[in-house]
T-cell receptor, first 112, second 115 residues
Framework: LAKTTQPISMDSYEGQEVNITCSHN???????ITWYQQFPSQGPRFIIQ???TKVTNEVASLFIPADRKSSTLSLPRVSLSDTAVYYC?????????????FGTGTRLLVSP | EAQVTQNPRYLITVTGKKLTVTCSQN?????MSWYRQDPGLGLRQIYY???????DKGDVPEGYKVSRKEKRNFPLILESPSPNQTSLYFC??????????????FGQGTRLTVV
C-alpha cells in the first residue's frame, strides 16, 4: 500500500521551474524520501533522495520541511525531455525495507 | 557501465507454455527484485531476493517463480503463463534493501503478452 500522495498530473513549459509536492503523513523516523523518474516503457530511474532539509544534485533539488510529512521535488528550467512520470517513495520500514512501494506518480507534461 | 539487463525485451507466448525472463546485474548488488507494471495499478513487486539462495514473496507472487543461484542473476519463471500475466516486467537491483537510503537500478523492461 503506497504511503504517499502526489498530484496525478502537472503541465509546464520549457524553461520553467517545476515543483512537485508529495505528502507522506505517516513517514517513519528512519524512512528516507526518494524520487524516481520513468519514461514510457522504460524502467524507473533514481533522481534524488533525502532525509531532511534540502538536498541538491545536478538534476534536481529536494526540499523536506522539519516535520517531514511532505517533500517537494524541484526541477529547474525543465525541457521537453523532462516529460515523464515522477514517483515519490518512502522507505517501507514495515517490510524491513525490502520493497519500493510505488504510488500512482505525477505525470509531468512539458510543452514548447 | 553499471546496468541491469533483461531478456527478452518483448515476448508473445501462448497460455501454458513455460517461459523464463532473465535478469543480470554487473554491480555486485545483494538485493534484486521483480516488478510488474499495469495501467491503473502502477508498479507492484512480485518477488525479491536478499542474496544468493534467499528469496521471498512480494505483493503479487501467484503464478511466478524465481531463483537466485548466482549473485548477478535473478530469473523470473512463469511455469504456466495465463493472459492475466500480460504485463510490463522490470527487474531491479540495489546494494541494500530497496526502500532504504539507497538507489535502485532498473532494467529496461520486458513486455510480455500471453494469448
Amino acid at each position: 500500500l503506497a504511503k504517499t500522495t502526489q498530484p496525478i498530473s502537472m503541465d509546464s513549459y520549457e524553461g520553467q521551474e517545476v515543483n512537485i509536492t508529495c505528502s507522506h503523513n505517516n513517514i517513519a523516523t528512519n524512512d528516507y524520501i526518494t524520487w524516481y523518474q520513468q519514461f514510457p516503457s522504460q524502467g524507473p530511474r533514481f533522481i534524488i533522495q533525502g532525509y531532511k532539509t534540502k538536498v541538491t544534485n545536478e538534476v534536481a533539488s529536494l526540499f523536506i520541511p522539519a516535520d517531514r510529512k511532505s517533500s517537494t521535488l524541484s526541477l529547474p528550467r525543465v525541457s521537453l525531455s523532462d516529460t515523464a512520470v515522477y514517483y515519490c517513495l518512502v522507505g517501507d520500514a514495515d517490510t524491513g525495507f525490502q520493497k519500493l512501494v510505488f504510488g500512482t506518480g505525477t505525470r509531468l507534461l512539458v510543452s514548447p | 557501465e553499471a546496468q541491469v539487463t533483461q531478456n527478452p525485451r518483448y515476448l508473445i507466448t501462448v497460455t501454458g507454455k513455460k517461459l523464463t525472463v532473465t535478469c543480470s546485474q554487473n554491480m555486485n548488488h545483494e538485493y534484486m527484485s521483480w516488478y510488474r507494471q499495469d495501467p491503473g495499478l502502477g508498479l507492484r513487486q512480485i518477488y525479491y531476493s536478499m542474496n544468493v539462495e534467499a528469496t521471498d514473496k512480494g505483493d503479487v507472487p501467484e503464478g511466478y517463480k524465481v531463483s537466485r543461484k548466482e549473485k548477478r542473476n535473478f530469473p523470473l519463471i512463469l511455469e504456466s503463463p495465463s493472459p492475466n500475466q500480460t504485463s510490463l516486467y522490470f527487474c531491479a537491483s540495489s546494494s541494500t534493501g530497496q526502500g532504504s537510503n539507497t538507489e535502485a537500478f532498473f532494467g529496461q523492461g520486458t513486455r510480455l503478452t500471453v494469448v
